[in-house]
């Protein structure tokens, strides 16, 4: 599986952007779909995961704020994310998990290359 994330920039505080993550591969409805995120100097974190049941599980710091769906149709992961605060400076992830989906970043098996959001105040 191949993921590649796009949907990043350079948004005020209080604003909104929709990340997406297009996986390659004929098995994505299989995979839970995670986003992390990380930030300068920090470990990944943990931001979201939506199962291939279609649960949907949020970190704390983001929930009421973000939310992630999926299109199996389109084999694509989206992180619609709103409200947005200079904490959520980060570089986005997403993630394919064969096994279901989980918020630990071990758990999973394939990463897209990351997008830059930056939140200014």
């Known amino acids: 599986v191949q993921l590649q994330a796009s949907g990043g920039g350079l948004v005020q505080a209080g604003g909104s952007l929709r990340l997406s993550c297009a996986a390659s591969?004929?098995?994505?409805?299989?995979?839970?779909m995670g986003w992390f995120r990380q930030a300068p100097g920090k470990e990944r974190e943990f931001v979201a995961v939506?199962?291939?049941?279609?649960?949907?599980y949020y970190a704390d710091s983001v929930k009421g704020r973000f939310t992630i769906s999926r299109d199996n149709a389109k084999n694509t992961v989206y992180l619609e994310m709103n409200s947005l605060k200079p904490e959520d400076t980060a570089v986005y992830y997403c993630?394919?998990?064969?096994?279901?989906?989980?918020?630990?970043?071990?758990?999973?098996?394939?990463w897209g290359q990351g997008t830059q959001v930056t939140v200014s105040s």
């Open positions: 993630a394919a998990d064969p096994r279901g989906g989980s918020p630990a970043s071990t758990m999973y098996e394939y």
């Open positions: 939506i199962r291939r049941s279609g649960g949907r």
């Open positions: 591969g004929r098995t994505f409805n299989t995979y839970g």
